[in-house]
Nanobody
Framework: QLQLVESGGGLVQSGGSLRLSCVASGFSLAYNAIGWFRQVPGKEREGVSCISPWGTTTNYADSVKGRFTISRDNDKNAVDLEMNSLRPEDTAIYYC??????????????????WGQGTQVTVSS
């Protein structure tokens, strides 16, 4: 079964840090662009960051540039999102997603066809 599983979410104070991890099972994500998205109730899912298959290209939403860092370890079949200087407005459910192989790294959810179940991130003020 092809799966993406996120972990690492939780409750943190404003200014704190969290590291999210996305691990694939049932397939190798080495050839897929991987994106992180987030969603709060009543709002559209927002692209946060993405990384190309071999990690040569990364993209970030303006709202997280300089605070979040995406990285991948293809040997571990995982992509991480390091989140620093967290703000209350970063509170959301965070999802990782994979494109079809050899697709461009983008921040539009329509480009992705495999999704994890999400992990909650809550930043208190």
């Amino acid at each position: 079964q092809l799966q993406l599983v996120e972990s690492g979410g939780g409750l943190v104070q404003s200014g704190g840090s969290l590291r999210l991890s996305c691990v694939a099972s049932g397939f190798s994500l080495a050839y897929n662009a991987i994106g992180w998205f987030r969603q709060v109730p009543g709002k559209e899912r927002e692209g946060v960051s993405c990384i190309s298959p071999w990690g040569t290209t990364t993209n970030y939403a303006d709202s997280v540039k300089g605070r979040f860092t995406i990285s991948r370890d293809n040997d571990k079949n995982a992509v991480d999102l390091e989140m620093n200087s967290l703000r209350p407005e970063d509170t959301a459910i965070y999802y990782c997603a994979a494109t079809q192989p050899w697709k461009f790294c983008g921040l539009h959810q329509d480009e992705y066809d495999k999704w994890g179940q999400g992990t909650q991130v809550t930043v208190s003020s």
